[in-house]
């Protein structure tokens, strides 16, 4: 009987050792909280790809939460990961011409648009940005392949 307590004892251990699901330990949150496209601007300029997940309140929306704030960390400071509340900010998520939530997109190397075009302030410069619609396993997994085939960052990059 002793020697049955002791290996329970020992399972028991292991499997704590082991585990690797939620709640973990991922320290100081990573993930930008949207405020303005100035803001959004500004971390793009940081010349980052950057994460944006657009989500309204719901049951998935709380599982993306826990998987940016992972890949976040994972992913910290080679990709920024910003979340949108879109009924907070409408306007910016609307311009994005999506009707299902909560969507995922990547933006990534901002360049001075070769075409300024008409602009009524001259100390405004235009800028175009590659987007990329995510639709992969929304897992830090999911987002490390994602990168990989789009060239966005490696794990040498780390």
Same mark, same amino acid.
């Not at 100035?38 to 657009?54: D, I, T």
């Not at 998935?60 to 509340?85: C, G, I, N, Q, S």
């Given at each position: 009987?002793?020697?049955?307590?002791?290996?329970?004892?020992?399972?028991?251990?292991?499997?704590?050792?082991?585990?690797?699901?939620?709640?973990?330990?991922?320290?100081?949150?990573?993930?930008?909280?949207?405020?303005?496209?100035?803001?959004? @601007?500004?971390?793009?300029?940081?010349?980052?790809? @950057?994460? @944006?997940?657009?989500?309204?309140?719901?049951?998935?929306?709380?599982?993306?939460?826990? +998987?940016?704030?992972?890949?976040? @960390?994972?992913?910290?400071?080679? +990709?920024?990961?910003?979340?949108?509340?879109?009924?907070?900010?409408?306007?910016?998520?609307?311009?994005r011409q999506r009707k299902e939530y909560p969507f995922v997109e990547i933006f990534h190397s901002p360049e001075q648009a070769a075409n300024q075009g008409r602009v009524a302030d001259p100390n405004i410069t235009k800028y175009s940005v590659k987007v990329l619609?995510?639709?992969?396993?929304?897992?830090?997994?999911?987002?490390?392949?994602?990168?990989?085939?789009?060239?966005?960052?490696?794990?040498?990059?780390?």
């Open positions: 009987m002793k020697h049955l307590s002791h290996l329970l004892y020992c399972v028991r251990v292991n499997i704590q050792r082991y585990y690797t699901g939620y709640p973990k330990d991922l320290g100081p949150s990573r993930v930008i909280h949207f405020t303005s496209e100035r803001e959004f @601007v500004q971390v793009l300029h940081e010349g980052y790809p @950057v994460v @944006v997940a657009f989500t309204i309140r719901g049951n998935y929306t709380k599982h993306l939460d826990r +998987v940016l704030e992972e890949a976040a @960390v994972e992913f910290y400071p080679h +990709v920024k990961f910003m979340r949108v509340e879109c009924p907070k900010y409408p306007g910016f998520c609307i311009k619609p995510f639709n992969y396993d929304t897992s830090a997994y999911g987002f490390r392949e994602f990168f990989k085939r789009h060239g966005i960052w490696t794990s040498e990059g780390k």
